[in-house]
């Protein structure tokens, strides 16, 4: 109980109530240390009136950035991490094509089309302009370019295609009222028109098969020429036995090969000049080896093709052939030059055969023998009768 005495006023809390309070204090301490509970900082105040604040301030966190270390309190993932975004895209846009085909007022028409696919073209040109019927081929594939710097006829634009398609391996083959447009390297089976002779394409014929007869010239020897200035695949086939040849192509194509044919398909013995030399005492076969050395002809000669030189060993004489006339006059020169007795040749030296006559008079037949060969030699002496002719011993005169 509280006692108050007189003067002063004392108030006096009894022991008990006393030790109490100072022992809850205590719990409450220690359990604060022992959970880790710190104390909250308190939010700074607004300053007074004069200008000093209520509490201490708190200093606030320290960026991340701005004290670069990775690890500092006070800054989140969001915060730290830098992020630059991409495009997305693997592998680059195809630049936009530009295709374009006007046609003027007077008909012709303009081409500009840059790297434009096969297929877009053939859209503006076949299908829109000259609105015919086509097909294009799965294996067709490939960007275009093609610029007209004056605008071209409208009979012209297809075998402007034609080149335009030619010069990327593809072939527009027309079968009836549609055209094809397909790989060149099968275009030659199929539905290709196929033309005899020397006529050439019509106009608004595609590719095309030319089956041409020979009349003069191999058909081997003419491949051989025609493959130097044709195109890959312009010669498709050689039929020897029928001497017929056969040529792939466009209808410009074509027209150059037919032409061609018909320079080089000519009687080229209508040209030649022959000159045939018999001879008197040289060797057909030796005098045309020497005149071959002679006029250069051979590999390498200068003469080379001009003269050929046949030896005839049957009749003994020399066949010359040439274009050129003045050269047999010059063969012939030589030919009477060089045909003189001596050398191993077939008249060259003077042998002595001996005939045993078994059915006649050996005289009657020598005055024969002599009327017939008189103009080649020598009238040979005959021997009286009785007399020896030179026999090998043993032997008797008939």
Known sequence: MAKVKKGRRHIVVPGTVLCAVLVLLVGCTRLSESEGIKPEVPPKKEQTASGESALPPVKAPVA??????????????????????GKGAAVGRPRKSKALATVA???????????????????????????????????????????????????????????????????????????RVQ???????????????????????????????????????????LRPIAREG?????????????????????????????????NWLAGMSFGLFPLENADAR???????????????????????LVPV?????????????????????????????GGNGGGGDNQLFIYFVQNGKAAD???VLNDVFANQGQQRQIAPTGQSGGLAPGLEPV
Do not use: C
Not at 68 to 77: E, L, R
Not at 287 to 295: G, V, Y
Not at 330 to 339: A, G, M, P
């Open 183 to 225: 790989p060149l390297q099968g275009a030659a089976r199929g539905n290709a028109a196929i033309r005899l002779g020397m006529s050439g394409a019509a106009p608004g014929d595609a590719y095309g098969i030319q089956v041409v007869p020979l009349y003069y010239v191999s058909a081997a020897q003419m491949a051989e020429t």
């Open 105 to 179: 007022e007077g008909g012709d028409i303009t081409l500009n089309f840059i790297d434009a696919d096969i297929r877009e073209v053939m859209k503006a040109t076949l299908g829109e302009i000259l609105g015919v019927n086509y097909t294009v081929a799965a294996e067709v594939q490939g960007l275009v370019t093609v610029q007209s710097g004056r605008p071209v006829p409208r009979e012209a634009l297809l075998p402007t295609l034609e080149t335009i398609l030619r010069m990327h391996g593809v072939a527009l083959i027309r079968e009836g009222a549609v055209y």
């Open 286 to 308: 030796t005098l045309a080896d020497e005149l071959t050395a002679i006029l250069g002809d051979g590999k390498g000669g200068v003469a080379g093709g001009l003269v050929r």
């Open 365 to 367: 037949l020598a005055g």
């Open 64 to 85: 991340a950035a701005e004290t670069d270390q990775p690890g500092a309190t006070g800054s989140t993932p969001e915060e730290r991490y830098e992020i630059y975004k």
């Open 313 to 341: 060993e049957r009749l003994n004489a020399v066949l010359a052939i040439s274009r050129q006339h003045r050269y047999i006059q010059q063969v012939r020169n030589w030919v009477e030059r060089l045909d003189r007795p």
């Open 234 to 266: 312009g010669v498709l086939h050689v039929d020897e036995t029928r001497n017929v040849i056969m040529l792939g192509g466009t209808r410009f194509e074509l027209a150059a090969l037919l032409e061609a044919v018909e320079i080089f398909d000519v």
